[in-house]
């Protein structure tokens, strides 16, 4: 794999948290494939409908987000990011600061990279 990929796939997870923090929803409807899967550290699990509706109506509103120690690894079209992430989101009304491991799928159709999983489990405080 050669760093440009790797760095492009990095832009384009930029580009998608920039677009959840600014409730930018045609740039999430664009980044997001159909068979989209967003399955939070809590184990709910949303579509990309679902996931829109919840964005749209604050339902989860997305306030910042850190990523660490990200590891890019691409096979063909699809590209794996691994790594930790510490989110500050509003979700349900509550105020939730996660600090989480994440595994995030993009798969490249026509040229274009799509985000098609998310998945994060919390890690335990001491």
Same mark, same amino acid.
Request: proline residues 1%; negative net charge.
């Given at each position: ?10 832009? /384009?997870?930029? !580009? !998608?948290?920039?677009? #959840?923090?600014?409730?930018? @929803?045609?740039?999430? !409807?664009? @980044? *997001? ?6 399955? /939070?550290?809590? $184990? ?10 919840? %964005?749209?109506? !604050?339902?989860?509103? *997305?306030?910042s987000a850190e990523r660490?120690?990200?590891? +890019?690894? +691409?096979? $063909?079209?699809?590209?794996? %990011? ?5 989110? /500050? +989101?509003?979700?349900? $009304? ?6 989480a491991r994440f595994t995030? %799928?993009? +798969? ?5 990279? #799509?985000?098609?999983?998310? #998945?994060?489990?919390? %890690?335990?405080?001491?």
């Open positions: 794999m050669t760093n440009a990929i790797a760095d492009d796939v990095l832009a /384009h997870e930029d !580009r !998608r948290w920039a677009a #959840q923090i600014d409730k930018d @929803l045609d740039t999430l !409807r664009t @980044l *997001y494939a159909d068979e989209m899967s967003y399955t /939070h550290s809590n $184990g709910f699990v949303d579509t990309k409908s679902s996931f829109l509706d919840a %964005i749209r109506d !604050r339902k989860f509103d *997305y306030r660490l120690d990200e590891t +890019v690894t +691409v096979i $063909g079209d699809t590209a794996m %990011i691994t790594g930790r992430a510490k989110v /500050h +989101v509003v979700a349900g $009304g509550r105020d939730v600061n996660l600090d995030v %799928i993009w +798969v490249r159709r026509d040229g274009a990279w #799509q985000f098609l999983c998310w #998945q994060s489990t919390s %890690i335990a405080k001491p």
